[in-house]
Each structure stands twice: as C-alpha cells, then as structure tokens.
C-alpha cells in the first residue's frame, strides 16, 4: 500500500488517526493546513522500503566543464605593466 492521506481538525488527532489504521511506526511524509484542518500523509514503513526498491535513485550526471572566461580590458583602455619592486 502506498503512502495515505489522513485529514483532521488537529495534527494531534490527525496522528491518533495514523496510529490507529497504520500503527505507531508509520512514517509521516509531509504535513500541512488544509480547510479542513490539518493533513498529513504517512506511509507504513514496508510500503516505503518497496518504493524505494522499486525506483532506485538515478545515478548523478556529471556536468561538462564550463569553459574557461577571457576578460578583456574595455576597448581603448591602457594597460601598464606591473610595477616591480627593487
């Protein structure tokens, strides 16, 4: 079963609600005002663990390098040579 949504004019009786149809190892997903009261939606953690399974996280792409930048003096700007100390 996957992830359900319990509303309730409270979180506190939202949580009861959890506790009763999934237990108290139910995991909470998310959490917010709704007109209603307030949402939050859980998941029993076995239903978590086969979703996870079953859409294992993408392997990170790697990003060509960016090319590198040549800065330009403004058009007709003079540029003197460092000053060397002696």
């Known amino acids: 079963m996957g992830p359900r949504r ?3 004019p409270t979180a ?4 009861k609600k959890i506790k009763a149809e999934i ?6 997903l998310s959490n917010r005002e709704v007109p209603e ?8 953690p076995d239903a978590l663990k086969a979703l996870a ?8 792409q790697a990003r060509p ?3 590198a930048r040549v800065i ?3 058009s ?5 040579p460092p000053v060397t100390q002696r």
């Open 6 to 8: 319990f509303v309730a």
């Open 12 to 15: 506190a009786e939202a949580l």
């Open 23 to 28: 237990g108290a190892e139910a995991i909470v």
């Open 37 to 44: 009261g307030i949402e939050i939606v859980a998941i029993e």
């Open 53 to 60: 399974h079953a859409n294992p996280p993408a392997a990170p």
């Open 65 to 67: 390098p960016e090319p």
């Open 72 to 74: 330009a003096p403004p």
């Open 76 to 80: 007709g700007a003079i540029i003197s």
